[in-house]
């Protein structure tokens, strides 16, 4: 069983920057891939970035590859996803989330087990 609490959301002008964290619970948080979807209103989740258990394999949505950096610390129990260069479009509630195969990263909501309650991050234009 994992528990994450996600944290670090707020406004900012476009432009800006935010970084998010994802605080687990539990001994086994390093046997889990990582990742961040988000939804905005009225639309589907949608995957932003993943991570292997290692961190040595990254994936992002092509909307914000270049401008977003998932990370993470085993040591803190905690995954991190720096966003840069913040857009209008980025504007939503953003949910960090453990899936049980730890060596890959899936793009599909169905395959992650836990999710955290979100944060809300709004980008101003």
């Known amino acids: 069983q994992v528990q994450l609490v996600e944290s670090g959301g707020g406004l900012v002008q476009a432009g800006g920057s935010l970084r998010l964290s994802c605080a687990a619970s539990?001994?086994?948080?390093?046997?889990?891939?990582m990742a961040w979807f988000r939804q905005a209103p009225g639309k589907e989740r949608e995957f932003v970035a993943g991570i292997t258990w290692s961190g040595g394999s990254t994936r992002y949505a092509d909307s914000v590859k270049g401008r977003f950096t998932i990370s993470r610390d085993n040591a803190k129990n905690t995954v991190y996803l720096q966003m840069n260069s913040l857009r209008p479009e980025d504007t939503a509630v953003y949910y960090c989330?453990?899936?049980?195969?730890?060596?890959?990263?899936?793009?599909?909501?169905?395959?992650?087990?836990?999710w955290g309650q979100g944060t809300q991050v709004t980008v101003s234009s």
């Open positions: 539990g001994r086994t948080f390093s046997s889990y891939a």
């Open positions: 989330a453990a899936d049980h195969a730890s060596f890959r990263v899936s793009f599909y909501t169905g395959t992650y087990s836990y």
